[in-house]
């Protein structure tokens, strides 16, 4: 991969560019108008094809090459560049955690914007969007090409699907992946937290609780399961965590439990401990079904792999070297993102986010409106210092 050497004052000063970032910051409200139009498309993870067709249209609108819907049903399309420079995905999620029939109404209050979904992720789609039109606008030519995926699944269970199918189509052309996502300007995630998700299902004879009493209770075994589980003890660095975040199981109060299920969430940054946790888990979940005279089956529903690129790495620097030409300030965090895959793959990626907020996955979602401008303009820039401008 190229190393990105850029002057970024200079970068600024060219007049193209000069006058794009002066049409994202003349555009700002054209750009949270879109935000709020996508926002208010149901698109829970696994039914995103409405918002899939909306994001199909402007990027037929805006002039995109290549422009299909997948099988994954991600939206996919393509800027040309003329050509020696080094090609750039640039990715945002269309899913939401909210189901159909969620009010989805934004509610506008001084300095903010209030919905479910606003910031997570439909802002990060519109900003992509207005990057694209201001560049175009501007007659702003990348040397590579810059490759557009708004992308299904990101969410939950979904457990990366959309990018799962993206990366491996786009591996081979592109030397950097910017994701845009989450409420955090300045945070640049160049770190995967990686993750093993199980659903745990736990069988046993069950009966009347007093005919059949102590006949075995599946309920009993998952609560003894999740007792040990508790008290495992994990490093604190490299952070490991793990979380029973759902459980189900019996019928009646009367009814010892035939059956009793739950979801089990273990993340770490090092896929040893996260691999030596899941062992530990695993073997609880055996140990407790034999004794309890039940039996365990096991359903794996996430695994999202971990990877990492030095804070050194020069993909890292280009982004901090942006931010602090606009007076943003940089942190460094490890989180489970859309960069995963690509960073488990080898290629260079980082997650970036263009306003700050808060309350992701609630009902009272809300995103910041002052910093959207210099957001926008620092990922735009980021782009143009990647991909080369001609």
Not at 319 to 340: D, K, P
Request: net charge negative; with cysteine; charged share 25%.
């Amino acid at each position: 991969m190229a190393a990105f050497e850029i002057e970024v004052p200079a970068l600024m000063r060219a007049p193209k560019v000069v006058d794009a970032l002066g049409r994202v910051e003349a555009g700002a409200d054209r750009i949270l108008d879109e935000a709020v139009r996508i926002c208010q498309i149901p698109a829970p993870t696994f039914d995103e094809g409405e918002r899939a067709a909306y994001v199909r249209a402007r990027y037929e609108a805006l002039g995109l090459k290549d422009v299909a819907i997948d099988g994954a049903g991600n939206v996919r399309g393509r800027r040309p560049g003329a050509g020696g420079g080094t090609s750039v995905a640039v990715v945002t999620h269309m899913d939401t955690v909210f189901p159909r029939g969620t009010d989805l109404t934004v509610k506008r209050q001084e300095g903010r914007l209030a919905a479910p979904g606003l910031g997570d992720n439909s802002l990060s789609i519109a900003s992509v969007l207005g990057i694209i039109e201001a560049l175009d606008a501007a007659g702003v030519t990348t040397a590579g090409d810059l490759y557009f995926a708004a992308t299904t699944g990101e969410e939950g269970l979904g457990d990366l699907k959309g990018m799962r199918a993206y990366m491996p189509d786009v591996r081979d052309r592109v030397g950097a992946v910017v994701i845009v996502d989450g409420l955090t300007p300045g945070r640049i995630v160049h770190e995967a937290v990686g993750s093993r998700r199980y659903k745990v299902i736990f069988t046993a004879r069950g009966g009347h609780s007093w005919n059949h009493f102590p006949s075995p209770s599946a309920v009993h075994i998952l609560g003894r399961a999740i007792a040990d589980i508790s008290r495992l003890e994990v490093p604190k660095e490299p952070k490991t965590t793990y979380n029973v975040g759902v459980i189900r199981g019996g019928t009646t109060v009367n009814t010892i439990a035939s059956e009793a299920d739950m979801l089990v969430d273990m993340r770490s940054v090092d896929t040893r401990c996260l691999a030596d946790l899941e062992r530990r888990v695993l073997a609880i979940v055996e140990r407790q079904a034999k004794e309890g005279e039940g039996q365990a089956k096991l359903d794996l529903v996430g695994d999202r792999p971990a990877g990492v690129i030095a804070a050194d790495h020069p993909l890292v620097q280009t982004c901090t070297a942006v931010y602090q030409a606009f007076g943003i300030t940089t942190t460094h965090r490890a989180a489970s993102t859309e960069a995963n895959v690509p960073l488990s793959m080898g290629i260079p990626a980082v997650c970036l986010s263009v306003t700050s907020g808060e309350n992701e996955h609630r009902t009272d979602e809300y995103i910041e409106t002052a910093p959207l401008r210099s957001g926008i303009k620092a990922i735009l820039l980021i782009l143009l210092a990647l991909a080369g401008r001609r």
